[in-house]
């Protein structure tokens, strides 16, 4: 069973900074895709910021110039480095990714469990 392993939210001030990770647990015939979303109560589930295998990024408008998303393919593995935060980041942010288990299989989409990011003074 293929899981996405989240490490890295917590409190922190506004304009500081938090650095998330996802590692996916197992290996697996190719990453298509890696990315992280974030959902408020209440809210849909929106997309932050993604990374192909290819390295093509796309991010949030709310994202662009503060935040950065890369990846370690060697490691199954994605950052998003994420500079500046203002409260309106609070949210539970889900790593995800669409994966291709076997050479012979169709590529799905997995989910991580979340991670709380709080920011306040």
């Known amino acids: 069973q293929v899981q996405l392993v989240e490490s890295g939210g917590g409190l922190v001030q506004p304009g500081g900074s938090l650095r998330l990770s996802c590692t996916v647990s197992r290996d697996v015939f190719r990453i298509n895709a890696m990315g992280w979303y974030r959902q408020v109560p209440g809210n849909q589930r929106e997309m932050v910021a993604r990374i192909t295998n290819f390295g093509t990024t796309n991010y949030a408008d709310s994202a662009k110039g503060r935040f950065t998303i890369s990846s370690d393919n060697a490691k199954a593995s994605v950052f998003l480095q994420m500079n500046d935060l203002t409260p309106l980041d609070t949210a539970l942010y889900y790593c995800?990714?669409?994966?291709?288990?076997?050479?012979?299989?169709?590529?799905?989409?997995?989910w991580g469990q979340g991670t709380q990011v709080t920011v306040a003074s």
């Open positions: 995800h990714a669409n994966i291709l288990e076997r050479p012979n299989g169709a590529a799905r989409a997995f």
